[in-house]
């Protein structure tokens, strides 16, 4: 099979690209490389350094379907750069639509989030909770889903959105090679508290300790990206002509920020100073998935769910990384 990964130059897309190619398939990267990086484009794959609004000239009949993992995911840049976010998110996506019409494609499996729910009603949340963004970010996805949705409809699409929870961690591929998260600036608590250990950073800030919660900090729920690499996988073998699936992603556990904290000291063998700051505007006291629909549609199993599990290999590609 033949399938394009847009925004296959970044964390999660290139990991999903990877495992295409070990599985046998054909694979097209399309990154503009504004976040993404051309190292990250896994050996094997082509890659075409266009934006997604240049689709058209890129997709055709040959392929079997899209991921589209294209555009930009900073909550708090949302917020002071929404047009940014609009024309990335929303309207990239819409670009892919017409384009996907226009050849003859018909299966896509959508990167989405779970900032589409906001500040939820229900822990842990389901795909039925009230969606009420709080960023220009979510909405930019919910409105994403819901142009999906009308394709579906229209055009009989066989279409997945796989909502994230927080996406952590690394995967070493077939050949020995680390993949895993490195933006920048790193605006993810698990690759910021790296930074502390290594000095980089001359503290960790924590924002807030009075939330009610089991130790007075927020709590969130960690998925393991190899984990979620394989929930596209077999999100593309469960597409159906006419059916827009939507699945939320995580392990159904949280952890607080402060155990997210004592687990990255125990692996990285690091003391490092921590601050307790003020709480910043917007931050839920919980977020948690129910992924229960995945788990019995998809058959998803999320295997590598301990946070040991998943900050020991986020530390063993921040230290590839920066070797």
Not at 78 to 101: C, D, H, I, Q, V
Not at 148 to 164: D, E, K, N, P
Not at 236 to 265: D, M, P, Q
């Amino acid at each position: 099979m033949k399938y394009l990964v847009t925004g296959g130059a970044g964390y999660i897309g290139s990991i999903v690209a990877t495992m295409l190619l070990e599985e046998g398939h054909e694979v097209v990267v399309l990154d503009n490389l504004v976040t993404g990086a051309a190292d990250r484009v896994p050996a094997g794959a082509e890659l075409v350094a266009r934006p997604v609004q240049e689709v058209g000239e890129v997709l055709d009949s040959s392929f079997d379907g899209v991921l589209h993992f294209a555009g930009l995911i900073a909550a708090g840049e949302s917020m002071e750069k929404p047009g940014l976010y609009w024309e990335a998110n929303t309207t990239g996506t819409f670009w892919l639509l017409g384009a996907m019409r226009a050849a003859g494609v018909k299966t896509l499996v959508f990167s989405s989030t779970a900032a589409v729910y906001g500040n939820p009603t229900e822990v842990p949340i389901r795909e039925e909770a009230v969606k009420a963004p709080t960023s220009t970010y979510g909405a930019t996805k919910l409105s994403s889903d819901m142009a999906i949705q009308s394709a579906v409809t229209a055009y009989g699409l066989a279409a997945v959105s796989l909502r994230y929870f927080n996406v952590v961690g690394a995967y070493k591929d077939k050949n020995g090679i680390w993949h895993g998260e490195n933006h920048d600036p790193e605006t993810h608590i698990i690759p910021i508290a790296f930074e502390a250990a290594t000095g980089e950073r001359a503290e960790f800030a924590i924002f807030g300790d009075d939330y009610p919660t089991r130790d007075g900090t927020c709590i969130r729920d960690y998925i393991h990206v190899a984990d979620l690499a394989e929930a596209h996988l077999l999100a593309l073998r469960a597409a159906k002509e006419g059916e827009h699936r939507i699945y939320n992603l995580g392990n159904g556990n949280g952890f607080s920020n402060k155990e997210v904290v004592a687990t990255v000291k125990k692996v990285t063998g690091v003391d490092f100073p921590v601050r307790v700051g003020s709480r910043r505007s917007g931050d839920p006291a919980e977020l948690v998935a129910s992924s229960e629909k995945a788990k019995a549609e998809l058959g998803w199993v999320p295997s590598r769910a301990s946070l040991d599990r998943m900050v020991a290999d986020a530390w063993e590609y921040h230290q590839h990384a920066r070797a």
